[in-house]
């Protein structure tokens, strides 16, 4: 038996025989030729004949009901438009190179640039550049590329899989996933995660030799084991079975009510990235979006989005997902999030810098375009509106009175605005967790960013791979503050969700239930898993010696001694 370990990408098992992907490999002539308007033309039919198989790929995912995927695709139809790139391959056959030529040296480039960007999401771009080059390379050489997956089902090993590989797959001879190079933000990852394969990447040292042999894919371990012993086959298919019938109990969950056995009402919310997860929130069941990262619409912008550009992606969401609530919040640009046009100065400590809402009340125009944005999208649907990395509580005011500034001028346009948007904050450094009653006099609702709040609270980088030993999730600080903000928010009458990752961690779903939490806010997958763990919670057994309901005890709550530490040690 051989082990090889990787990187876990989504959970699961697969059995089977491997299949070892491998795509062409290219002599490409590197003599000069002479005739260049020739290979000019060979150049412009290739790129017309892969953008055409990009848009029926988009077509086809649409079909299927894969908006993410298929948005992939539209997105490398515009790229063959790129004029820069485009320029530099003309520029190379200019030269008297062949169209092959053009293309590796031209499209390497390209992906090189990703390649550098100091941001993880341009960073995974760069496969889609290279994606790009293989299928012009695979129409200038005339390749047959249909049969790579062979014809029996089989855990699928490759270098790395390009979207339009991924997606020309077909699905029920799939049985896992492992790729040798890949990241996590890589569209392949993502596809997986959509598809929900049994998935591993960065497993560099399985080798090819494995190719036809029986394999267990335990990506629950991170690994894959060629030939295993016959015990890991007992256990593991064991394994299989028990995960199918849970996932199949999860689907039945849909529609049933986020409720413990006792009767205490959660919502579960998801957190989307744009219109692109409208099916993933419909699909799952969720009963809203508690966190709708609005940066993304600008991270997915080459330049800074128009009034009109960011009031199309917020109508889509909230057209789509009506009567559900959608938080909004606003943009969150700065720290490990950055984007070239918005010209913000290297900092020595960009976590703790210029970001988020500083950044907005800073540059009021660039505010006050989404913030007008939001409220001509709010008619369309059920919106509310979140600001984040709030400190203080003039900060809330500054935010609320810009938006009711907005709000004026639209109405002076004769633009409709809805009569009701509920307004919240983000908790997610110690100062707010620490001024929750003073800052809940603000707001109707709270959400507490537990990824930062843990950040800020224990001084650990969430960007460091070197802290995981120091990094605790469950930190009693954190959990304190969190139990803290959810008592103040109530006795202020106002709601308190969690949207940071802890909310979806199945060991802390009962306490948070227990210290009265009203919304959870989630990936759209951990939905069904959360209702399940939810519906499974009985509270009754705390009830005997502490209260549940801090909403109900707000009198005798407001009599205590204000403050934290006053709390605490009263
Ligand atoms: C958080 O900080 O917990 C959060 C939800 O926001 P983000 O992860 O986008 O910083
Ligand atoms: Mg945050």
């Known amino acids: 038996m051989q082990t090889f370990k990787g990187t876990k990408i989504v959970n699961g098992i697969a059995i089977g025989k491997i299949k070892i992907y491998k795509a062409p490999v290219y002599e490409i002539n590197e003599e000069l030729v002479s005739d260049i308007a020739a290979e000019l033309e060979r150049f412009e039919a290739a790129r017309v004949k892969v953008q055409e198989d990009q848009n029926a790929l988009y077509e086809k995912e649409m079909k299927e009901g894969h908006k993410d995927t298929a948005g992939i695709f539209e997105a490398h139809a515009i790229m063959l438009d790129d004029e820069d790139l485009l320029d530099s391959c003309k520029e190379i056959m200019s030269e008297g190179h062949t169209a092959e030529f053009a293309v590796r040296d031209g499209f390497e480039a390209a992906a090189e640039m990703f390649r550098n960007m100091d941001d993880e999401y341009f960073q995974a771009r760069s496969a889609d550049v290279i994606d790009l080059k293989n299928s012009m390379l695979d129409v200038l050489f005339g390749a047959d590329t249909a049969n790579l997956q062979g014809t029996e089902p089989a855990i699928l090993v490759a270098e790395d899989l390009a979207p339009s590989e991924t997606v020309k797959l077909d699905k029920s001879l799939l049985l896992g996933l492992v790729t040798r190079q890949g990241s996590s933000n890589s569209h392949t990852a993502i596809l997986a995660r959509s598809m929900n394969w049994p998935t591993i990447i960065q497993c560099h040292d399985i080798t090819d030799d494995c190719d036809g042999k029986f394999a267990i894919l335990d990506s629950y371990n991170s690994c894959i084991y060629v030939e295993p012993a016959q015990y890991l086959i007992d256990e593991l298919t064991a394994k299989q079975h028990e995960d199918r019938e849970k996932e199949a109990k999860l689907q039945q969950l849909k529609g049933k009510p986020s409720e413990t056995k006792d009767g205490y009402k959660v919502r579960l919310y998801a957190n989307i990235g744009g219109p692109k997860d409208i099916n993933a929130v419909i699909e799952n069941d969720a009963e809203g979006v508690g966190l709708f990262r609005s940066e993304f619409v600008y991270l997915d912008s080459k330049t800074d989005p128009t009034e009109d550009e960011q009031f199309a992606a917020y109508?889509?969401?909230?057209?789509?997902?009506?009567?559900?609530?959608?938080?909004?919040?606003?943009?969150?640009?700065?720290?490990?999030?950055t984007i070239d046009y918005m010209k913000l100065d290297k900092e020595e400590n960009p976590a703790l810098g210029f970001r988020a809402v500083r950044i907005c009340l800073n540059r009021r125009e660039f505010f006050k375009r989404q913030l007008r944005a939001l409220l001509r999208a709010s008619t369309f649907g059920n919106l509310g509106i979140m600001f984040p990395m709030i400190i203080s509580k003039w900060e809330v005011q500054e935010c609320k009175e810009i938006l009711?500034?907005?709000?004026?001028?639209?109405?002076?346009?004769?633009?409709?605005?809805?009569?009701?948007?509920?307004?919240?904050?983000?908790?997610?450094?110690?100062?707010?967790?620490?001024?929750?009653?003073?800052?809940?006099?603000?707001?109707?609702?709270?959400?507490?960013?537990?990824?930062?709040?843990?950040?800020?609270?224990?001084?650990?980088?969430?960007?460091?791979?070197?802290?995981?030993?120091?990094?605790?999730?469950?930190?009693?600080?954190?959990?304190?503050?969190?139990?803290?903000?959810?008592?103040?928010?109530?006795?202020?009458?106002?709601?308190?969700?969690?949207?940071?990752?802890?909310?979806?961690?199945?060991?802390?779903?009962?306490?948070?239930?227990?210290?009265?939490?009203?919304?959870?806010?989630?990936?759209?997958?951990?939905?069904?898993?959360?209702r399940d763990r939810v519906r499974n919670a009985d509270l009754s057994k705390y009830k005997k010696t502490e209260s549940l309901e801090p909403k109900a005890d707000a009198a005798a709550e407001a009599e205590k001694p204000k403050g934290l530490f006053g709390r605490l040690f009263s």
């Open 404 to 530: 009711e500034e907005c709000k004026k001028e639209l109405q002076a346009e004769g633009k409709a605005v809805a009569e009701k948007i509920e307004i919240g904050i983000m908790i997610e450094t110690p100062a707010a967790a620490l001024c929750a009653d003073e800052l809940a006099e603000e707001v109707d609702f709270f959400s507490l960013g537990t990824n930062d709040l843990t950040q800020y609270t224990c001084a650990i980088d969430r960007q460091s791979a070197n802290l995981e030993r120091f990094s605790d999730t469950h930190h009693p600080a954190v959990l304190r503050l969190i139990r803290e903000t959810i008592e103040a928010g109530h006795r202020h009458n106002t709601w308190v969700g969690i949207c940071g990752e802890l909310g979806a961690d199945p060991e802390l779903t009962e306490e948070f239930l227990k210290w009265g939490v009203d919304e959870l806010s989630v990936n759209p997958k951990s939905i069904l898993p959360l």
């Open 315 to 337: 109508k889509k969401v909230l057209e789509g997902l009506a009567p559900r609530l959608v938080i909004i919040r606003t943009c969150d640009i700065g720290a490990d999030k």
